[in-house]
T-cell receptor, first 114, second 115 residues
Framework: AQTVTQSQPEMSVQEAETVTLSCTYD???????LFWYKQPPSRQMILVIR??????QNATENRFSVNFQKAAKSFSLKISDSQLGDAAMYFC???????????FGTGTSLTVIP | KAGVTQTPRYLIKTRGQQVTLSCSPI?????VSWYQQTPGQGLQFLFE???????NKGNFPGRFSGRQFSNSRSEMNVSTLELGDSALYLC??????????????FGQGTRLTVV
């Protein structure tokens, strides 16, 4: 079974600084997708970034980038130039190559300090 | 383009009652998945529907059921409510059946409180 682990329940970062959120996962499959979702107080899950396991290049979306280490089954999220609006709960998620079932980590609550 | 719509947004029910939650996916999307979110258990998968067929089901008791209609709208039903069913129920809508071009869009959820 697939499991996703986020070992940092809470993180904080100064505004304009950089923070890295950690995520590890366990799977026996070779093709899969990894995601970081953001859940602000409004509760709506918003996709931050996604990574296809078959791609070696790390995904980047503006200030958000990932460090994908397939052999180590690690998928960390780096947020650069942190902004107040980045404060939220961040969930790491795994999805198999087929179907739309997500396996979520327990989340990391990010606080941005002005 | 309208997003994923979940109704109602808030619900208070009494133990033993049953409840039906609704999810309208993005127009054209054929897949709907449901998740239960609680502080203690986090986000747990309930079930996934694609073109009216249940594709996967999570580890929940039979009191939890769902269905998908021909217009892709989905409902989930919880019978004989227990206090532990209090949670945020999230619905996710996807265009296809997984794969590289499928992204999931989430609704704002239904907050169910069982008293």
């Amino acid at each position: 079974a697939q499991t996703v682990t986020q070992s940092q329940p809470e993180m904080s970062v100064q505004e304009a600084e950089t923070v890295t959120l950690s995520c590890t996962y366990d799977t026996s499959e070779s093709d899969y997708y990894l995601f970081w979702y953001k859940q602000p107080p409004s509760r709506q899950m918003i996709l931050v970034i996604r990574q296809e396991a078959y791609k070696q290049q790390n995904a980047t979306e503006n200030r958000f980038s990932v460090n994908f280490q397939k052999a180590a089954k690690s998928f960390s999220l780096k947020i650069s130039d942190s902004q107040l609006g980045d404060a939220a709960m961040y969930f790491c998620a795994y999805r198999r190559n087929t179907g739309n079932q997500f396996y979520f980590g327990t989340g990391t609550s990010l606080t941005v300090i002005p | 383009k309208a997003g994923v719509t979940q109704t109602p947004r808030y619900l208070i029910k009494t133990r033993g009652q049953q409840v039906t939650l609704s999810c309208s996916p993005i127009s054209g999307h054929r897949s709907v998945s449901w998740y239960q979110q609680t502080p203690g258990q986090g986000l747990q998968f309930l079930f996934e529907y694609f073109s009216e067929t249940q594709r996967n089901k999570g580890n929940f008791p039979g009191r939890f059921s769902g269905r998908q209609f021909s217009n892709s709208r989905s409902e989930m039903n919880v019978s004989t409510l227990e206090l532990g069913d209090s949670a945020l129920y999230l619905c996710a809508s996807s265009l296809g059946d997984g794969g590289p071009d499928t992204e999931a869009f989430f609704g704002q959820g239904t907050r169910l409180t069982v008293v």
